[in-house]
């Protein structure tokens, strides 16, 4: 019972000396003009991507009609190998789909290689502005982590902005 008293009194203690701050890692990125350029880079090869797929399934669609309209004269042999035509299409243009927006598709791997220099050059910023200012913990407002009320007096981003490049803005609080 001592013992447990007396570590809730040192904890206690511990969590009072720490310091907390937050950022808002959106709020940061939008301002940084590299990375608005590698986001409408993103966007255009998306949509590249995507008009090359659709062109893909359009022409598939078109075969399938024709298909449907012929096929009544068609001897079996000739069916059979229109069908697996099709159906070889079908699957390369889902195969395109898939190598170009699935989980570690080609988009994925242009994201990281144009965003993650950005992300990493802010985390950077955010550790070396937390190690300065004596920051036991910063945490991230436009993450997953939900802060339901914050002293906007904590708010660090302008001044991780200042660390990345100088970049003096003031967000409004």
């Not at 511990?14 to 940061?28: E, G, H, L, P, R």
């Not at 990125?29 to 880079?41: G, R, S, V």
């Not at 590249?48 to 001897?75: C, G, H, M, R």
């Amino acid at each position: 019972m001592v013992l447990t008293l007396i570590a809730l009194i040192s904890f206690a203690g511990f969590s009072m000396a720490q310091k907390y701050a937050y950022v808002d890692t959106q709020y940061i990125l939008d301002q940084i003009q590299e990375y608005k350029n590698a986001q409408e880079q993103l966007n255009d090869i998306s949509v590249q991507w995507q008009k090359e797929i659709e062109q893909k399934f359009t022409e598939i669609d078109q075969l399938y009609k024709n298909f449907q309209a012929e096929s009544v004269l068609l001897p079996e042999d000739i069916k059979k190998q229109k069908e697996e035509e099709i159906t070889k299409k079908e699957k390369e243009a889902k195969d395109l789909q898939k190598k170009r927006f699935g989980k570690e598709g080609d988009l994925f791997k242009k994201r990281q290689e144009l965003i993650k220099p950005i992300q990493d050059k802010v985390y950077n910023a955010v550790e070396e502005v937390a190690q300065k200012k004596n920051y036991s913990f910063v945490f991230d407002k436009a993450g997953s982590i939900s802060i339901l009320y914050a002293d906007p007096k904590l708010d660090i981003s302008d001044d991780v902005l200042n660390a990345i490049s100088g970049v003096t803005k003031t967000k409004e609080k």
